[in-house]
């Protein structure tokens, strides 16, 4: 919580500078005055009369007029206190601050009140322009990263992102703007340039997305959603030379527009470690893909759409993220030891997580591991479109893939956290990859 000064509720000096008159004829009445006002801010209604920001830059005011706003509803000190609380949380939450102090003071001026006070929101803006360079290593590859940051760019909280990934096999950039709605910054729109390159070893596939995309999101009463577009241009080709024929006769150039909705119920209080509540997501995914057939020499466009069991734009399933105890991605249908996804899935899961027993460590180093516990369940597989909903459904409960088992788990900050756990994989269908360790 930010410093809250509360200058008036001190008490008065006794004696001030000598002045060459009596103390006493000066003391005694603000004494009084203010031991009267003290006790109306502590034990009646109050009214915030004033809200002041200092340190403003290039940020509208309109902005922030939506995040304090609660801060004039407030009936007493205490509530005062909390309001601003609040609407400092929600200025930071912006991301336009660097610090955000908070005074509360007794109202001056001849509009003051007896009860009134004055809240001044002391405001230090970031930069207008911030970086970062970093080095990555993984996956055989190593690679230099380049961010630059523009926030607020326009004033209202709008950030323009740009990302240069230069690595010793591939090279990749990206460029984001992101603009929320003054005074709902949940409701928000992000708008994507960029081009990326991902290999996907379970597929035997090498994927170049030159694209763009352009995203809403949105609450609407207990659920969050996500509405997004992508356009991309896609250049596949094979990881390696044993790839499987199916993977093969994908190679090349072709084009995506895909429209997805996500909604979600999250009410947990952690993402890394909750110990209540409950994470409910559903996407749902349209997409329309189409050839490009000698382009380069012909700019000549095949509209017939590609094969729905295209494997780089199905589901996948498998993995420390959905069912633990099976491999990477490697649920569902396969061709010669590649996985291709399916059309259709669902996945789900208990977890259990406990300190660790006799508590070594309380209070400190210990205190990043728990004890884990968990089950999880999911199924992958492609639609027969004219069969209609009650068959998919059925498809979908055939081969349920499930395992069970109990681990550590090591919270790393409140970004990520790192497992390891012994898995028991049930329901083990033919050519899936499974593991006791994961």
Request: hydrophobic share 35%; charged share 20%.
């Amino acid at each position: 919580m930010g410093t809250v000064h509360a200058k008036s509720l001190d008490p008065l000096p006794m004696h001030g500078r000598d002045l060459g008159v009596n103390p006493d004829d000066l003391v005694e009445p603000p004494e009084m005055e203010h031991e009267a006002k003290q006790e109306i801010l502590e034990n009646k209604d109050v009214v915030v009369q004033h809200v002041n920001i200092q340190g403003l830059g290039r940020t509208k005011e309109d902005l922030l007029g939506y995040e304090i706003s609660d801060v004039f509803h407030a009936k007493n000190l205490i509530d005062v206190m909390k309001k601003a609380h609040v609407a400092r949380q929600k200025l930071l939450r912006l991301g336009i601050f660097k610090e955000v102090e908070v005074l509360i003071d007794t109202s001056d001026g001849t509009d003051a009140l007896p009860n009134g006070l004055d809240v001044t929101f002391e405001v230090t803006e970031i930069k207008r322009l911030t970086g970062s360079y970093n080095t990555m290593v993984g996956n055989n590859e190593g690679s230099m990263v380049l961010g630059l940051k523009l926030p607020n760019m326009l004033g209202r909280a709008e950030k323009l992102t740009f990302q240069f990934s230069y690595g010793t096999k591939e090279t990749s950039y990206g460029l984001s703007f992101f603009k929320p709605q003054p005074g709902h910054f949940e409701r928000n729109l992000t708008l994507n340039m960029y081009k990326v390159t991902g290999q996907f070893p379970w597929s035997s596939l090498k994927e170049t997305d030159r694209g763009m995309s352009a995203e809403v999101n949105f609450p609407l009463g207990m659920t969050n959603h996500t509405l997004k577009w992508e356009g991309v241009w896609r250049e596949l080709g094979c990881l390696a030379r044993s790839a499987s024929f199916a993977v093969r006769e994908e190679s090349g150039h072709s084009l995506k527009s895909a429209l997805s909705h996500t909604v979600s119920v999250d009410s947990r209080n952690s993402a890394i470690f909750p110990n209540r509540g409950a994470l409910l997501r559903i996407n749902q995914v349209s997409v329309v893909l189409l050839l490009v057939t000698d382009l380069l020499k012909e700019l000549i466009f095949n509209t017939e759409p590609v094969s729905d069991s295209c494997s780089n734009t199905q589901f996948y399933l498998g993995g420390p993220t959905s069912v633990r105890g099976f491999g990477m991605y490697s649920i569902g249908p396969q061709s010669e030891g590649d996985y291709l996804g399916g059309e259709a899935y669902w996945a789900g899961g208990l977890h259990l997580y406990t300190p660790l027993p006799f508590r070594p460590g309380k209070g400190g180093f210990g205190d990043l591991f728990r004890t884990h516990f968990f089950l999880n369940a999911g199924n992958l597989c492609n639609l027969n479109y004219g069969d209609g909903p009650r068959a998919h459904l059925q498809k979908l409960a055939e081969c349920i893939r499930w395992s069970y088992g109990a681990g550590i788990v090591l919270r790393l900050g409140n970004i990520a956290r790192l497992e390891l756990n012994y898995c028991v994989p049930m329901g083990v269908q033919s050519g899936d990859r499974y593991t006791v360790f994961l």
